[in-house]
């Protein structure tokens, strides 16, 4: 295919007939750029009218792994063709090999696994309730949850009530009570919203939909202190952050804390399946009993199957290792962009922000350009630009992405 074909100035006549089919039967709780893709492979992607694209944005990071790969397709197949459901009411030989590697890597006794993101989180909700509870003692039905301003966990109607984003809430009270929200990086007003009835302190290593913020140097090991000296527990989101993306297999690590309770989500699916878990030692995941929490498709043998070879592949391709070689890369190359336009370029790893004005440029119209070019990604709140590759990228497509990048924004942008 050529680079021309690449090239795209518009939405082809294949992909506008399926955009408008689409939208005869879809709820409109989504808007998409204009691209109708139709299959990929590693770090391409390929739209109805024939057009390829670099991908910059591996499904917010479940695509982590790439499209495709090959060990995990095969772990898909095999187990497929063997056992895919039975429910959690019967025992399978493909859950207990998939925890071992989960619990043995990330460092903590027991997991619960559930499907989505926003499942495990609520799951970690319910389990740090539950603890305050049965171990803190705290009086029943007074639990809180202190959580970050700008936080993205979820959107069920829990987690949105405590989302400052006003379009995830509009419309959907009333929400349950029992949060208390603080400035994020803000160690001392996380501190001193801790009071006798909270039981932990659910936060995001880093923010990715708040526009990758990477919160200052030592703000987790202040979290964890403040956690320790008030005997709350300390809960992680890494369901964007884990599993590599960061440059090391935690986000945690870069500050070597570690939390009581860890959630996570996404590239655990090798993204091909919704896979997620919550980690924590028997002290708190102990704690539940059977018909407390659940899920028919929770810890399925097809998704452990694939979860296992996802790990197996992050482990064995040091693919965290490469996230920190490529992404500061990505970061020293968008760097450059800095100047009228472009407030910032930060990030961790292959998850970079690149925050623009407003004035000058929309974030929105920056990722259409982008699409134009061939370059997949999308924007958050209306001003920042995220790049997130899978990790298996290799140094020549990233380079050509970031090349692709470069021009067409600076095209855009004043001299």
């Known amino acids: ?145 202190v959580v970050a301003q700008g936080s993205f966990h979820g959107r069920t109607t829990t987690i949105v009530g405590f989302s400052s984003e006003p379009a995830y809430r509009d419309g959907f009270g009333p929400f349950a009570p029992g949060f208390d929200a603080v400035p994020f990086g803000d160690a001392e007003a996380l501190r001193a919203a801790i009071g006798p009835d909270t039981a932990a302190v659910m936060i995001e290593p880093m923010q990715g939909e708040a526009g990758i913020v990477i919160p200052p140097d030592g703000y987790l090991a202040a979290v964890r202190r403040a956690c320790d000296e008030a005997g709350v527990l300390l809960v992680l989101d890494e369901v964007q952050t884990g599993l590599g993306r960061t440059g090391r297999l935690f986000a945690f690590q870069h500050e070597g804390v570690r939390p009581d309770v860890l959630i996570l989500g996404k590239a655990l699916g090798g993204g091909v399946l919704p896979v997620s878990a919550v980690l924590a030692d028997r ?59 472009v407030r910032d370029v930060r990030g961790r790893g292959l998850f970079v922000g690149v925050e623009l004005d407003p004035a000058v440029l929309s974030a929105h119209e920056a990722a259409e350009a982008l699409l134009r070019a061939g370059i997949l990604t999308k924007e958050t709140h209306e001003t920042v630009l995220r790049f997130a590759p899978p990790l298996v990228i ?16 600076r095209a855009l942008l004043p001299a």
């Open 394 to 409: 290799s140094r020549a497509d990233l380079d050509e992405g970031v090349d692709r990048i470069l021009a067409t924004l």
């Open 283 to 341: 002290a708190v995941l102990g704690l539940m009993e059977p018909g407390s929490h659940g899920s028919t498709f929770g810890g399925n043998p097809l998704a452990a199957a694939v979860s296992k070879a996802a790990l197996d592949v992050i482990v064995e391709e040091r693919l965290p290792e490469r996230a920190a070689e490529l992404g500061a890369v990505l970061i020293e190359r968008l760097s450059a962009l800095r100047g009228p336009g």
């Open 1 to 145: 295919m050529s680079r021309q074909q690449t090239l795209s100035p518009t939405l082809g006549s294949r992909g506008a007939a399926v955009v408008a089919r689409e939208a005869a039967v879809a709820a409109p709780n989504y808007a998409p750029l204009p691209v109708v893709l139709t299959r990929a492979s590693g770090v391409w992607a390929e739209d109805v009218d024939g057009r390829r694209y670099l991908d910059m944005m591996s499904g917010y990071s479940a695509v982590s792994l790439g499209h495709g790969h090959p060990r995990i397709l095969a772990a898909l197949s095999e187990q497929a063709a063997r056992l895919a459901l039975t429910s959690r009411a019967y025992h399978t030989d493909r859950l207990a090999p998939w925890l071992e590697t989960l619990t043995t890597l990330a460092g903590f006794d027991l997991a619960l696994p559930m499907n989505t993101g926003a499942e495990a989180v609520e799951t970690a909700i319910k389990a740090a309730r539950r603890w305050g509870y049965r171990t803190k003692g705290i009086a029943q039905d007074r639990a809180r949850i």
